[in-house]
């Protein structure tokens, strides 16, 4: 196949574009274009032309997608397709008219070659040479590798070894890495499975933990009570210390107010008195300021000049300054219309002369003629022109589908024919189906090895790997639901345990810290209640009831009897006393008694949940065991057995899906048998596989359906040129009629508008449009005379009123003069505003003597209100005069001062001596020692220092305790957990050892492949190879050859032979493909390529190679080679080189005709 031409209407840069490629006896072209003229888009494009575009493409840019069209004509010595391709989804194959044709048409040209294969054989750009130079001897020359990527394309094969390795390597590659995840999850199998011995605890630890917290409590509550009788003793003396200096300050305060002797005064006296004076001198400062301004205003209010009259006039005035603007511009305007008026009126005098008429009453008898009637007579002229050019194309038309009809007939005469057997087209049929389900078989082989590996990995979690599937489907498994109940009911009931214990834990400490508190209370005061006042009252009242009988008996008292009565009255009046100085402290403790009681309850009652709790706990762990021994040798855990049916249930849906697979990959196999059966009847073919019949198949029929494919064709293009002749019949006598039917109206429009038919229409439509534009400069004319009169009536108006009013206003000044009349207008308008200014200053002056005056009355009010404020001060300060204010004030400041001290210093005492008086604190206050108290102060910090120390540190103690206590209460669940991750550790390395064994063999496989295509390839590829490396240098190396890896004895490598500048008949010097300079890399890769192109071409039909830009690293010397080996292949295939060096285009003029070198503008 080969391109005889391209046709590129619009796609990526290019639009409207054509490119002919001459036949010759060297297939050899050359394109040049500058970097971005369109190369690649080019390349990208025949691609797209002869495999259709993708779904998504980004050659779009400059061209909607739904209109991207690429076209050729192809050929293969026998027979030509012309065709274009456009953008979508189906039926984007079109032939020459824009009608869709056949696949299979196109396919017959490509034969063999799939997209893949014509992108990496026949489509070499810079990028794929250099990235295929790069990854191709990347496996440092390995032979092998480098003849099958060469024969495929470029296609790495090396690559996908190394990516295999990586993944092996990355499963193990020996114990020093720790990467590996096989050593990992090994290390993490050991890890776990200590970790779930160390989180196991034994009852004997947990119940030394508890006797151990017991102990804790009980040195830690000893601490605390000691710490408390302490800091009550300390906190007593303290008080002392502080309330002796403030008892010295309150009698010395008592002593200095006693000689206070200004009688009660109100709190706010001072500010009064303050506030009376600064009013007094305000006032008299404001009423001077007043009358000041008062004279002032009424001098200036005298002096104004009068301004009624011209005010008066002022709106008229006022007109007249507004209009002399406008005035200005008519004086302006009239000059400007009136030399306007004499340049029309010269035009039309010139037009009525080009239109041979007399004068313009002449030009009122002709018709006018409007814009929509001029544009009327010009679309009459272009549908004569347009009907003229169509009756001709119609004409040419017509001719040239006469001659394609007569040429296609002859075609169709020329083939023959070539049918199909029925059978052959149905076994076709369901070939191609069951090719299409092989990649769905192949997704569900892959689906099935996937499952199966996820499948066993699972088997080692579970740890049923000893069981077969129908062993493991019989294990009875309790249902996941029972478990998660289970697992609900024991988190439940730890974490009731933990609240529960919690609790019982505060309520132990809250009773201990109450008693404290008790304790702290009641070193102070006397604990009594009401109950012991009422039994002291009732034990005196009988006894007074004793007495009194024997008062009435007249019996005499025993000894002692009335000193006896006395205690008792005694005792029950203390108890009263007590009670009411101390009510708040006694009921301050029987609250906490109260507290302390209900605590109590509580702790009780906590115990007891704790004791129910435990019991619910081994009642269920009894129950548990009947559901966790279901698998022969092991127990599980409430957590751990949850985490095991969940991958319990995942490899029932595994075992599920791998069932479904198996059954449709077997069915898709009996398939394949039962049609290689059919092919092997029906082809007469024994000896072949299922892939080489269907394809034999698959060739034979496309053969036969592209000779008829195209005899489908020709007739459909028969059918439609006969159509198509028809309606340009139809067309031709439609030209003549719309023709005939626009001279007919060009003849009734000219008598319509008086035009002389004999006049040509270029000159009729200038006549018109000369008369057009008479009529419309007469308008002009009319218009602009009438303009002239308005305003010259206004401008006489205007200077009548501002004459009049001069002459009233200034009638010294002269007389206005018309040319100027801005004059005597700004006279008018200075002595307007002069008379505003006036009349304003007056209004102003008139209200602010108002405003004065009555300032002046309220000021003058406010001073002898200040006056009577005064004096009604002094009297009750009771004082003689004013000047005694300032004496009683200073004062009036110290008693208040005095007040507030003894008010502090009662509140601070009262403070200090808590639930005893102030008189009392005073007594005990005097009577002690103050160096003795710090004596003490200081012995009872120390004491307090070391207690609280040991405090601390039994507080911390019974802290820990509780902590280790929580702690080992989750130890059973770390443990089970560790145990499961343990497990699923373990599983992981069993199935990562497997894929690591598949992957060893899979490499090993894949080399085996590629040496067997080495021995099998290497003599042809190398000898064309050589020949055509030793070319591309210019002789410098001789070629190629296979040479044994030193290091690697079963390595076979592939090496260039260079020859010796100084003995060409020595032995050539063999150089690793790393040892090649970078263009030497690319000129042997290119040999590689090129050679199996070669090879390919001796046993498949041609197809053009196209080369972008590949002698980016070429000199000029191998470039010159380069042209050399193409025009040499070019015998054998179409050669399209792509170049945006102009220097190189330059050189292939040296190989081709310049008809063969293509320009992309």
Not at 2 to 31: K, W
Not at 109 to 119: E, I, K, N, R
Not at 436 to 465: C, F, H, P, T
Request: net charge negative; hydrophobic share 35%.
């Amino acid at each position: 196949m080969r391109f005889d031409s391209l046709n590129i209407p619009a796609f990526g840069p290019f639009t409207s574009c054509a490119y002919e490629f001459q036949q010759s006896e060297h297939d050899l072209h050359v394109i040049y274009g500058e970097n971005e003229a369109g190369k690649s888009s080019l390349l990208r494009g025949i691609h797209h032309l002869l495999y259709g575009f993708p779904s998504s493409t980004d050659d779009d840019f400059l061209h909607d997608y739904r209109k991207l069209r690429i076209g050729a004509t192809i050929s293969d010595g026998e027979q030509t397709l012309t065709f274009m391709r456009k953008k979508g989804n189906v039926g984007t194959l079109l032939d020459e008219h824009q009608n869709t044709i056949d696949e299979g048409k196109l396919k017959a040209f490509c034969g063999s070659v799939s997209p893949d294969f014509f992108t990496h054989m026949f489509g070499l750009s810079t990028d794929t040479l250099r990235s295929g130079a790069d990854s191709l001897l990347s496996a440092q020359g390995e032979l092998g590798a480098l003849l099958f990527a060469a024969s495929v394309g470029g296609s790495p094969i090396e690559a996908a070894i190394q990516k295999l390795q990586a993944e092996a390597d990355k499963l193990f590659a020996g114990n020093g890495r720790k990467a590996n995840t096989i050593v990992s999850a090994y290390t993490t199998v050991k890890e776990k499975e200590k970790e779930s011995r160390t989180h196991s605890l034994s009852p004997s630890d947990w119940k030394k933990l508890n006797q151990a917290i017991a102990t804790a409590q009980t040195e830690f509550d000893l601490k605390d009570a000691q710490l408390t009788d302490c800091r009550k003793r300390l906190k007593r003396v303290d008080n002392l210390l502080k309330a002796i200096p403030l008892i010295q300050e309150l009698k010395t305060a008592n002593a200095d107010l006693a000689k206070v002797t200004l009688p009660p005064l109100a709190s706010d006296f001072p500010a009064r008195v303050a506030a009376a004076q600064s009013n007094i001198a305000s006032a008299i400062a404001l009423i001077n300021e007043n009358q000041a301004s008062l004279l002032s205003k009424t001098e200036r209010l005298s002096a104004i000049i009068p301004f009624q009259t011209i005010v008066a006039d002022a709106p008229e005035i006022d007109s007249l300054h507004q209009t002399i603007t406008r005035h200005l511009d008519d004086i302006a305007n009239v000059e400007v219309l009136k030399r306007k008026l004499d340049d029309l009126q010269g035009e039309q005098e010139r037009r009525i002369k080009y239109l041979n008429l007399d004068d313009g009453d002449s030009l009122a008898v002709l018709p006018e003629v409007e814009k929509a009637e001029l544009s009327r007579m010009k679309d009459v002229i272009e549908s004569i022109a347009n009907a003229e050019r169509e009756r001709d194309q119609a004409r040419r038309h017509l001719t040239d589908t006469g001659r394609t009809l007569t040429r296609q007939q002859e075609k169709l005469e020329a083939l023959g024919e070539n049918n199909i057997h029925h059978t052959l087209l149905e076994l076709s049929s369901q070939v191609a189906e069951h090719n299409q389900n092989i990649r769905v078989a192949a997704d569900w082989q892959e689906k099935y090895d996937i499952v199966d590996a996820s499948m066993k990995q699972l088997e080692n979690q579970l740890g049923i790997v000893d069981l077969n599937k129908e062993e493991a489907r019989r294990i009875q498994v309790p249902p996941l639901a029972v478990v998660e109940q289970f697992q609900i009911e024991q988190t439940q009931l730890k974490e009731d345990l933990r609240q529960n214990q919690k609790k019982l834990d505060d309520f132990n400490t809250s009773c201990a810290e109450i008693e404290s508190e008790i304790q702290s209370v009641s070193d102070t005061v006397g604990v009594l209640s009401e109950e012991e006042l009422s039994a002291s009252r009732l034990k005196r009242d009988q006894h007074w009831d004793h007495l009194a009988q024997k008062l009435t008996n007249q019996s005499p008292a025993e000894d002692g009897e009335a000193e006896a009565f006395s205690r008792e009255i005694a005792e029950s009046d203390q108890i009263a006393d007590a009670l009411r100085d101390h009510a708040e402290t006694i009921g301050q403790i029987t609250t906490l008694q109260q507290r302390r009681n209900s605590t109590e309850a509580k702790q009780k009652q906590a115990e007891a949940i704790v004791a129910r709790i435990e019991g619910e706990q081994d009642a269920l762990e009894t129950q548990w065991h009947q559901h966790a021994c279901f698998l022969p040798g092991r127990h599980f855990g409430v957590t751990e057995l949850g985490a095991w049916l969940i991958d319990w249930e995942k490899w029932r849906e595994l075992e599920s899906e791998q069932a479904l697979l198996k059954a449709k990959l077997d069915t898709h196999q009996q398939s394949q048998d039962k049609l290689h059966e059919a092919l092997r009847d029906s082809l007469d073919r024994d000896d072949s596989s299922y892939e080489v019949l269907s394809k034999y198949l698959n060739d034979t029929i496309k053969e036969a359906e592209s000779i008829n494919g195209e005899r489908r064709a020709i007739r459909s293009d028969l059918e439609t040129l006969t159509a198509k002749l028809q309606t340009q019949k139809d067309i031709l006598a439609h030209a003549d009629e719309d023709l005939e039917s626009s001279l007919r109206t060009w003849d009734e429009c000219t008598a319509e508008l008086m035009l002389d038919n004999a006049t040509s229409r270029t000159v009729a439509l200038k006549e018109l449009e000369e008369r057009n534009t008479a009529h419309k400069t007469a308008r002009e004319i009319k218009d602009c005379t009438q303009q002239i009169e308005s305003l010259m009536q206004r401008m006489a108006s205007y200077i009548e009123t501002l004459e009049k009013y001069r002459s009233r206003h200034l009638p010294d000044s002269p007389v206005i003069d018309p040319v100027h009349p801005d004059i005597a207008e700004k006279r008018l308008a200075v002595l307007v505003a002069s008379a505003k200014i006036r009349q304003t200053e007056f209004k102003t002056l008139t209200q602010d003597i108002e405003q004065v005056e009555e300032t002046l009355r309220v000021k003058e009010k406010a001073c002898e209100a200040a006056t009577a404020a005064i004096d009604k001060l002094i009297a009750e300060a009771k004082l003689t005069s004013q000047d005694e204010l300032s004496d009683a004030i200073t004062e009036f400041e110290l008693r208040n001062r005095l007040q507030q001290k003894l008010e502090f210093t009662n509140a601070a005492l009262t403070n200090l001596a808590g639930s005893l008086s102030v008189d009392v604190l005073t007594q005990q206050a005097d009577a002690e020692d103050s160096d003795a108290l710090h004596v003490e102060v200081q012995n009872l910090e120390e004491q307090i220092e070391a207690l609280q120390a040991d405090r601390d540190t039994a507080r911390d103690l019974l802290k820990d305790a509780k902590k280790d206590r929580d702690l080992f209460g989750r130890a059973t669940d770390d443990a089970a957990l560790a145990k499961q991750l343990a497990t699923n550790a373990l599983a992981t390395v069993i199935t990562d050892s497997e894929r690591f064994i598949r992957l060893q063999h899979s490499i090993s496989f894949l080399r085996d492949q590629i040496e067997a295509y080495r021995k099998n390839s290497q003599g042809p590829m190398i000898q064309k190879t050589s020949a055509f490396f030793n070319t591309l240098t210019n002789g410098s190396f001789s070629g190629v050859a296979a040479q044994q890896d030193e290091q690697n004895p079963n390595q076979i490598n592939l090496v260039a032979l260079r020859n010796s500048p100084q003995n060409p008949d020595a032995t050539p010097d063999a150089l690793n493909t790393q040892a090649l300079s970078e263009g030497t890399r690319d000129q042997l890769y290119l040999a590689l390529r090129m050679a199996a192109i070669d090879i390919h071409l001796d046993h498949h039909a041609a197809m053009p190679l196209i080369l972008d830009d590949v002698l980016m690293t070429f000199d000029d010397s191998r470039s010159h080679a380069f042209f050399q080996l193409m025009k040499k292949l070019s015998e054998k295939t179409q050669v399209i080189i792509f170049t945006h060096h102009h220097h190189t285009a330059k050189m292939a003029e040296q190989f081709v005709s310049p008809d063969q070198i293509l320009s992309l503008s």
